[in-house]
């Protein structure tokens, strides 16, 4: 039986959609496959410790890894949507800049160690050094948020499909200070070429949603109104190249 991983950094109520995706992919392609939903990280180390699972769906910055050192192949990726993240400060703060922070800075995190990074190098042009940066840290980007509402923290890093996703009263107390333009890396979802047979089968069915019905309101609901797009390994090795290039 296949097994499809889902990291654990959707939005909260896209929880029930991912079985939703998974129940439409074992219709369509009349296999059986088991959805592991982990709650945090550490957990889907624990699980890929313990025993391997046949597909996975992760973000761009752990990738690399599951196709260099566990030999992992791509499948698919969300068509049109790069991961970006947001600077966020409370929408009455004296801080409009990147530029404005000076002195000893609080800044909110979540446990989502991929939009931290990609959040401390845009705060690069602040030239703040590690003794003026206080670390936050937060269960997630809603309490990232909330604590830069609250001035517990100066300035936040959100991944920017969550911050749009806060209702109105939430924005409206907070200032988008700067918003990344990565635009060539994603999401994706991967499989163990030891279940290719049976996987490989699944990139005509997800490329496919978007123009079915049922399928179209189920990628809708995840956040990929276009749904998805086929992976090639060339496609996959530059993501990875961009992604080691910003580590540098």
Not at 59 to 84: I, T
Not at 111 to 124: H, S, T, V
Not at 176 to 196: G, Q, T
Request: charged share 25%; hydrophobic share 40%; with cysteine.
């Amino acid at each position: 039986m296949l097994s499809l991983m889902v990291v654990p950094d959707y939005l909260p109520d896209q929880f029930s959609t991912w079985y939703l995706l998974n129940n439409y992919l074992q219709k369509k392609s009349d296999q059986n496959i088991s959805l592991l939903m982990p709650p945090s990280f550490d957990e889907v180390k624990t699980q890929q410790e313990k025993e391997k699972v046949s597909m996975l769906f992760v973000n761009p910055f752990s990738a690399g890894n599951y196709v260099r050192e566990q030999g992992y192949l791509p499948l698919v990726k969300p068509k049109n949507k790069s991961d970006e993240i947001v600077i966020v400060t409370a929408a009455d703060s004296d801080i409009n800049d990147i530029e404005d922070l000076k002195g000893n800075v609080e800044l909110a995190l979540s446990n989502n160690e991929d939009a931290n990074f990609i959040g401390l190098r845009l705060l690069e042009p602040a030239n703040l050094s590690d003794d003026e940066i206080t670390i936050k840290r937060k269960d997630n980007f809603l309490m990232v948020a909330s604590g830069v509402i609250r001035h517990h923290a100066k300035v936040g890093i959100v991944q920017a499909d969550v911050y749009e996703s806060f209702n109105s009263v939430t924005k409206n107390q907070l200032k988008v200070l700067l918003k990344s333009r990565i635009n060539e890396v994603s999401h994706v979802m991967l499989y163990h070429p030891d279940v290719a047979a049976k996987a490989e089968p699944l990139q005509e069915i997800l490329c496919k949603m978007a123009d079915d019905p049922d399928g179209a309101n189920v990628v809708k609901a995840l956040g990929f109104p276009e749904g998805f797009a086929e992976l090639s390994k060339e496609d996959m090795e530059f993501m990875i190249d961009v992604v080691d290039t910003m580590r540098m």
